[in-house]
């Protein structure tokens, strides 16, 4: 499953080190080339030397040592592991390791490369059953899930202390199967292309306080910034008024106003090989923000509202696209399909995908999406239930296949 990777295997404390003597030999059986970093606690469980002797390979575990065998230098030899890999995998990986990756703390080598790469990060969360369960644990893992680690689930049944639960190293063929499913997609196919992504609602202000706006968590356009940053692309997400972590390797500019999103859109839409409008622009603002908050007339029980169309970001760039590729997004509530492809002539762009209200799973603030991927020749594809970060990659998959024949 793994022939030709390059994996860097991390190892953090834990008594679940000496599995990850067990897990080289195993992904060294799948075909990968394995480097091995190790933290100090880890040192104390497994030596060194047990690694270099299964890998074949000296042992990285100090910053402050080169490493003869590859020929790194104590300046470079993490950014040279960071490069080498195919992907990180850390297992164990302790409660300590976790909240330090959380934090962005980078006081060991292992921590250094972690934050020095731009492949995928995959953690097999080891610990106590109590630490796993721990509420800073796991608010750790929901967080760096967020930005785009690949977070293992965590095995079951009796540690070490006595305790039983969850924060046991899962089996070996599970680390194996979890590490194959990510290299599955993030192959990197769109490496020196540049992606422009948008992403959440736009918020249109009434007064100071209040505004006109959407239930769009952004969700599925993080998913697609984070799965085109995996596969290798440079990503630019703008996004609107949303609680979520920046994908890994994103640039990320915040905006509030349909008009913030037309002015940044505008700026970047130029420099990019397609633009995903995944995020819910607002159709109209107040025509006359009031500059003090809006008193309640107890003589009234009515607000007149003023409003006006906002700029059509999506129609604009169909307009004058040249050459890049656009794909457009449609909420439909009814005749969903006619509605979009209207929308996809009208628009002039290449994809559009729809999503409707009706279906189970899909909508605003949930993880999975349930969609149809309508071309520019009206050839329409429904998907079945998935997570966003899978319906991204299949979104993906077909630019990929209109950058190929633009380029022939």
Known sequence: MLRGKHIVLGVTGGIAAYKSCYLLRELQREGATVRVVMTDAAARFVTPLTFSALSGQEVYTDLWTANQSTGSNIGTQHIDLANWADALLIAPASANTIAKLTVGLSDNLLTIVTLATRRPVILAPTMDADMYLNEITQQNLVTLRARGYAVIPAGEGEHASGLKGPGRLPEIDVIIRFVAGVLDKTFLDLTAKKILV???????????????????????????????????????????????????????????????????????????????????????????????????????????????????????LGGKKNGTVLVGFALETDNELTHAKEKLKSKNLDLIVLNSLAD????????????????RNGHAKKLKKMAKFDVANEILNRVKNLFQHRDE
């Open 360 to 375: 189970e799973g899909a909508g605003f603030g949930v993880d999975t999406n349930v969609v149809t991927i309508i071309e």
């Open 198 to 316: 948008t992403a959440g609602p736009t918020y249109e202000s009434i007064d100071p306080v209040r505004f006109i706006g959407n239930r769009s968590s952004g969700k599925m356009g993080f998913a697609i910034a984070q799965a085109a940053a995996l596969r290798g692309a440079e990503v630019t997400l703008i996004a609107g008024p949303v609680q979520l972590e920046t994908p890994r390797n994103v640039k990320r500019i915040d905006v509030e106003s349909a008009e913030q999103m037309q002015k940044a859109v505008s700026a970047e839409a130029k420099k990019a090989d397609a633009v995903f409008m995944a995020a819910a622009v607002a159709d109209f603002t107040p025509q006359t923000p009031s500059r003090a908050k809006i008193k309640k007339d107890v003589r009234s029980k009515n607000l007149d509202l003023h409003l006006t169309a906002t700029p059509d970001i999506l129609g604009t």
